[in-house]
Each structure stands twice: as structure tokens, then as C-alpha cells.
């Protein structure tokens, strides 16, 4: 697992990570179901919901997730068949626990298709939660997401932990694309693939591992996109 750092709340691999979604599930369930993760590009909303989600799962809550992806402006239609089967069945008593819809870039929806989401949650008695890189109008945030150099170092180490023969890159090269990425952390990701890329003579390809996915190749191969 990925060490996570939001503000006051941090928590690093091989750690017991429940206390922690304890602390973040109860929040959630004193907002009503409802609430926004705000953060910038690559500061981590993704790799925390897809974690948290894991954890509300294991609390008996069907998840109904969707991620946004670039141009998109509206949730699928199979998105909103669910979303009415599992507000019924809750309504009606066959679920304990409220259903929740998890939409990951909810920013980048219309409006029409906000003001719908928000609507069908509310009369579906179920609980909704989005990440965004602006705040959302009157939704509570259960958390704001951050990166920081110890972040990034952190997560190097983590990586390069099970690479004895290849060096880890220079605090000085990390602390310069952390500022030429303005904190975010998959592109810095990013850019350390391709120095390594171009600098390896390895024959046999290396394995980067980042946000609970894996990126493999062989030199002078395409880049994989997570």
C-alpha cells in the first residue's frame, strides 16, 4: 500500500490502516452518506477512495462507483438503472445499509447532470460521494488531499524497495520535478519511468509499482498509461 499523508491524517505500508477508516467512515456517516474528497491533480483522491470504498464494502454498503474520465460531461445510463434498483431495494427493506454512489470526477459533469445526481441520491434515501478538484456546493468534505516532498520520498523508497541493483533517483531530481509538477505525484511518477527508461541498459525491463497498480515493460516499449 501506497503511504498516504492528508494533513493531520497519515499512515504509511504495513500499517493497520482500519483505525484510520474508522476515523474517516464515521465522519461520513455523521454527514448523512454525503460528502466531497477535494484535492489537485495527482495529490491522491483516487488512490484514497478506491481504498475506502474496499472499507464501506466491508460495512455491508453496495457501492455504486463511476470514474469520469477526461471530455466526459455525463454518468452512463446503466449508472442511473443501478443507482434506482438500489435505492428501491433499500427504501423497501432489503438492504440494511444505505446504498452509496461514488462518482470520481465529479467536476467534470454538467450541471444538468450534477443537479440530477444530487436529486436522485436525496429521494433515493442513499449516500453519495465524489472526488473533486473544486469544492462542490453544499456537500460536506470529508477530506482534503495533499502531497509533500516526504511524500514522494516515502513512496520511492517503497518502490525501489525490492530493487537492490537500481539506484534510486537523487533528492535533487525528485525535488525538481515535484516542483515542476506543482505536487502532482502520478506525474512525477511519470517522469521518473521515463528517466529511468532512457537511462536503463537492462535487458529485462523493470516494474514500477504506483497507487495500487503496476506498470511493466521492456526498453523501447510504449509507456503504459494507469
Known sequence: MIPYDFGDVAFSPGGNTEPFFDLFYSNFRNFDYQSQIIGGHGTGKTTFLIDFVRYLESQK????HFTIHDGQRSLPREFWEWQKILA???IYGAMKEPPIAVVDGYEQLSLAQKIRLRR??????????????????RLPVLLRTKTTEDTLHYIIGYLFRDLPDIAPPDKSLCQSLFD???????????????????????TSGFRLQASGQSVETEPGSPKSEA
Open 61 to 64: 454498503h453496495i457501492v455504486n
Open 88 to 90: 428501491s431495494q433499500f
Open 120 to 137: 436522485i441520491c436525496r429521494k433515493g434515501r442513499s449516500g453519495l460521494l465524489i472526488t473533486t478538484h473544486t469544492p462542490a456546493w
Open 180 to 202: 515542476r509538477h506543482q505536487g502532482n505525484l502520478r506525474n512525477v511518477l511519470f517522469d521518473l519511468y521515463d528517466h529511468y527508461e532512457e537511462s536503463s541498459d537492462q
